[in-house]
């Protein structure tokens, strides 16, 4: 900005035939042509679309790479219906042999839920409660729950 701002003190055709003489010129952008006459940036953008004057735009740069994401697992999907099948009852201790709540659940039990379908009530909400080793399921859940896809 050169002293005192000019942008003010032009009249609607000034200020139309000023930012035409700039591009003219060859202004580079239109916050060179805002730094020119004393405004800012948005104000010739908004001017300049208003008026259907066309202003100089930068050159798009392609944008940067996006990195590459991690491989997924592979997920098998089928048409066909959704097969549940049976396990076969392990042999579980009769202080387990209920389950716990959640609220029960201590540090070291299993997490796994016990129920078949949803919706469920809270008093039905139990979960196997055996000891685990390391995680949040014993052995036998964390063999179901931790699979490798198929190949």
């Given at each position: ?25 060859g202004a580079p952008s239109a916050a060179y ?78 997490r796994w839920p016990l129920w078949d379908a ?20 014993c052995a036998e859940h964390r063999a179901l ?7």
């Amino acid at each position: 900005m050169n002293g005192d701002p000019l942008w003010p003190r032009l009249n609607l055709g000034e200020k139309k035939l000023a930012i035409r003489a700039a591009v003219a010129e060859g202004a580079p952008s239109a916050a060179y042509i805002a730094q020119q006459m004393g405004t800012t940036k948005n104000a010739i953008i908004g001017f300049a679309d208003r008026h259907k004057i066309p202003l100089p735009r930068k050159a798009h740069t392609k944008p940067a790479p996006k990195p590459t994401p991690r491989p997924r697992m592979a997920v098998k999907r089928t048409s066909g219906p959704i097969v549940t099948v049976a396990r076969a009852p392990r042999d579980i201790g009769p202080e387990i042999a209920g389950g716990v709540t959640l609220m029960d659940a201590g540090r070291g039990q299993c997490r796994w839920p016990l129920w078949d379908a949803l919706p469920l009530e809270a008093s039905c909400a139990k979960f196997c409660g055996a000891a685990v080793d390391s995680g949040v399921y014993c052995a036998e859940h964390r063999a179901l729950a931790y699979t490798a896809p198929d190949e």
